[in-house]
């Protein structure tokens, strides 16, 4: 079956194919001008279409300047996750009979209001997680994408409703897909706005209502998200905005007797624990979650080692590793095993680390100090059996505020099985291997109980077809050097893993995603009693 043709919002390239970059940069310093000066304030709860304040708040600073404060949230409670729940619970009946159709304008409507703030809310990501310019930008356009693909294939399956005619004499048949209820949206740090709005706009799309759960480390586009939803129509009570800790929301979300299903994105250990209380419950609604990657590559012999270096370097480093789809272990032939690993090592220490407002750089601050207590413990746990090439302290710049700035880091020598090679880190640091061929390669890289990313570089024919056959992942690049692992779009590459890297098989971005929020009906109706 052939995919329908879709445009991608690629706001950068654009620019970039224009000629017209200066333009960019000019747009976005204004906007984090703007964004800047209105830091600092302080934001309720969004349920029912109100401002709900709370008794507690939380403070939230930036990555890249700890000094600078992104604002006061309110601190959800378990009551105020109740009071969500029973709102969206409500609306839950008049949004299911919304048509399709009406529901897709509206959330085409919130497309077309997200183009017109991309360069407010890529300034927010940048300011609120430390995303480099770029890429807070990508973030905003896959948001935009998310939205119209989503309102695209809902109107273009009516809903997903079909007359399956009459099978015998005087039954008139009917199939449907019909939404299960209120959905409990637990959103990532790192993807702050194109995750929640694939996941919420998923939810909402199929018909049913939301209640959503920022992570705590960037509620503020958040907030403008669901703003841009009441602006676009969206009915109050269809989707309501509860932040606050996992133990205070997350857990209550997941354990409200009302919330029908769950769509999450974050680590294996947290949605593997979400699963299980849900089923423990006994509910039977779907558990819709995205958790992460260990992502290997693997460079044979006949690979453009420059090209492999870049894409590997990019895969590895930008937004500081931050990412599930991060190239996280690399399988080498060895005998380029040292070429590549110089070429690599070369292309590291030319990566700009600095801050994530600066137009030139790549390696972005991690998130917050667990990140930092984190990454230090991986690197001295590398060094009790192997080396670092490069990297593992901490950035020293007097120019740069105080903030969580790391150098990115290639480590050797480190087994294949030692959990350093195996545990996903989230960090700016990977591990190089040497193997013996091919064979090896794909053996070493599917040993693990994540699969979702996968590159190879090769310039061979046969080898990348191999690569494909065997290799145990759900999306899978071949001599990718602008990244090695990272990068998709919405459409041509739906998002999502195999094995303990997701719950459903069915990808973010893809056609089989919005049917996973959904469960079906057959409907038959016998002519005159017959």
Not at 26 to 37: F, N, P, S
Not at 182 to 201: Q, R, Y
Not at 373 to 382: P, Q, T
């Amino acid at each position: 079956m052939d995919a329908v043709p879709f445009e991608n919002e690629l706001t950068y390239l654009s620019h970039q194919q224009n000629d017209t970059v200066d333009a960019f940069h000019r747009k976005y310093d204004d906007a984090l001008d703007h964004v800047t000066r209105e830091l600092g304030d302080s934001h309720p709860l969004w349920i029912d279409g109100a401002a709900v304040e709370t008794d507690g708040t939380f403070a939230v600073t930036s990555p890249g300047n700890v000094d600078r404060l992104v604002g006061r949230f309110a601190a959800g409670t378990p009551d105020d996750v109740d009071r969500a729940v029973a709102v969206a619970d409500r609306a839950f009946d008049s949004w299911r009979h919304t048509s399709p159709a009406e529901r897709a304008d509206l959330f085409e409507a919130a497309a077309d209001r997200l183009r017109g703030r991309k360069y407010e809310l890529a300034a927010t990501i940048t300011v609120e997680n430390g995303k480099n310019r770029t890429e807070a930008m990508a973030d905003v356009d896959e948001a935009i994408d998310f939205l119209r693909f989503y309102a695209r294939e809902i109107d273009r399956h009516d809903g997903y409703a079909f007359d399956t005619g009459e099978p015998t004499p005087g039954q008139h048949c009917r199939n449907a897909l019909r939404p299960y209820g209120v959905f409990g949206v637990v959103s990532p740090f790192n993807f702050p706005l194109a995750i929640l709005a694939g996941m919420t706009s998923g939810a909402l799309l199929a018909g049913n209502t939301a209640v959503v759960k920022p992570a705590s480390a960037t509620p503020l586009v958040a907030h403008k998200f669901v703003e841009v939803l009441a602006e676009a129509g969206i009915p109050d009570g269809v989707v309501n905005l509860v932040t606050g800790s996992g133990e205070a929301v997350g857990a209550p979300l997941v354990e409200h007797e009302d919330v029908a299903g769950v769509v999450f994105t974050g680590s294996r250990a947290v949605g593997r624990d979400i699963e299980e209380t849900f089923r423990a419950l006994g509910k039977r609604g779907p558990v819709i979650a995205e958790l992460g990657g260990k992502n290997a590559v693997v460079v044979t012999a006949e690979a453009d080692l420059e090209g492999a270096a870049s894409g590997v370097a990019m895969g590895a480093f930008s937004f500081s590793g931050q990412k599930c789809s991060a190239t996280s272990r690399v399988y080498v032939e060895e005998r380029v095993f040292d070429e590549f690993t110089e070429r690599l090592v070369e292309r590291t220490e030319d990566l700009a680390v600095g801050r994530p407002s600066d137009s030139k750089t790549v390696v972005s601050p991690v998130v917050d100090d667990r990140a930092v207590d984190r990454y230090f413990e991986v690197c001295d746990r590398v060094e009790d059996v192997g080396r670092i090439l490069t990297g593992g302290d901490l950035v020293s710049d007097a120019d740069l505020p105080d903030g969580r700035y790391l150098r990115p880091t290639v480590a050797v020598d480190v087994p294949h099985g030692h959990h350093v090679a195996r545990e996903e880190h989230f960090l700016p640091f990977v591990t190089l291997h040497p193997v013996a061929d091919l064979d090896e390669a794909i053996r070493k890289a599917n040993d693990t109980d994540y699969g979702l990313c996968a590159g190879l570089f090769s310039e061979d024919d046969d080898e990348i077809e191999t690569w494909f056959d065997r290799i145990e992942a759900g999306m899978c690049y071949v001599n990718r050097a602008q990244s090695a692992t990272t990068g998709a779009l919405v459409q041509a590459q739906p998002f999502g893993g195999w094995k303990a890297s997701g719950t459903t098989g069915k990808f973010a971005g893809g056609y089989w995603y919005l049917p996973q929020f959904m469960r079906e009906q057959t409907r038959t109706v016998v002519a005159d009693g017959r």
